[in-house]
């Protein structure tokens, strides 16, 4: 049943409680911040919407009928619940400005989240974050079910029902032991059907590199390959400790590669016909993030991807 119009006017409500106060609608109005012909034309309709006369005017000033004395006694609790909606309101607006829940897949949550945090930091000093790890599918569904405020994904598609925004790029590396057999032809040009038939070592389904891959070999290869050695890890760190031990190819973030690539421990393969660059996505749930969110993905976008 819908509330009655006079339910919904808060304010004048409120307004009668200040007439039983002061006295009188002038101190009411004063109190409110109104004119007294304003306050005396709302407590009019008030009277109308209810049908009864709720106050009696006098040169010396407004007093409650009884009928008036009783609504003022309804009318207390109904105010009292409505402040305590509104505190709770503020609230709770108060906790979102001073809390970040976030998750992110593990590229931008190893290489560049804390960077983008440290600089956010320096304006927030008493913020609050908590961050977590995930693979590209279990972020979304953190946004979706509400457990996160904001996520960031390597996955080349978003889904449609999350807000999203690019804030940069990342690229693939396909990466060997110096001494596995396919380091040997690492100053050639592969080409995508070469990998068909090696062991592949890919994160678990889910994940972002690994959906950025097998979309760029199909794409190649004009088909949905079938590779039958490729072997599913949990974690770069895993996949990169196989390729070291001479396990297989490794497909991992550049970034997580570059270390390894720099003492020569690891070796790239240039695969001619493979497109491995890949958007990182911001992802949230609603028509927009909140300021905090808002401004941390300002940052993740100006902020160059290193020192």
């Known amino acids: 049943m819908p509330l009655p119009s006079w339910a919904t006017d808060l304010a004048t409500l409120d307004l009668l409680l200040s007439v039983a106060e002061t006295g009188s609608v002038g101190g009411a109005a004063r109190a409110h911040g109104i004119s007294q012909p304003s306050a005396s034309e709302r407590l009019a309709r008030l009277e109308r919407l209810f049908g009864v006369p709720l106050l009696v005017r006098t040169r010396r000033g407004s007093t409650l009928t009884p009928t008036g004395e009783a609504v003022v006694a309804w009318i207390h609790p109904v105010v009292d619940a409505a402040q305590a909606l509104a505190d709770g309101v503020l609230s709770l607006r108060a906790d979102q400005r001073a809390r970040l829940r976030l998750t992110a897949s593990l590229t931008v949550a190893e290489y560049l989240l804390p960077r983008w945090l440290l600089v956010l930091r320096r304006g927030h000093a008493d913020l609050e974050i908590s961050a977590s790890v995930a693979n590209s599918a279990d972020v979304c569904a953190a946004i979706r079910s509400g457990r996160a405020d904001l996520g960031f994904v390597e996955s080349p598609d978003v889904p449609a029902d999350l807000g999203r925004r690019v804030v940069g790029t990342d690229g693939l590396a396909l990466v060997v032991a110096a001494r596995y057999p396919l380091a040997a032809r690492a100053d050639r040009d592969l080409r995508a059907g070469d990998l068909v038939d090696v062991p592949l070592l890919l994160r678990e389904p889910g994940s972002g590199t690994r959906e950025t891959f097998l979309r760029a070999l199909a794409g190649a290869l004009g088909r949905t390959p079938s590779i039958p050695r490729a072997t599913s890890l949990g974690s770069t760190a895993t996949i990169l400790a196989t390729v070291r031990a001479g396990g ?60």
């Open 248 to 307: 297989g190819v490794g497909v991992v973030s550049a970034r997580a590669a570059a270390a390894g690539l720099a003492t020569g421990e690891l070796v790239r393969l240039r695969v001619a016909d493979l497109a491995l660059e890949r958007p990182l996505h911001a992802v949230w749930s609603g028509q927009a993030p909140s300021p905090l969110a808002a401004e941390l993905i300002d940052l993740a976008i100006s902020l160059p991807p290193s020192d």
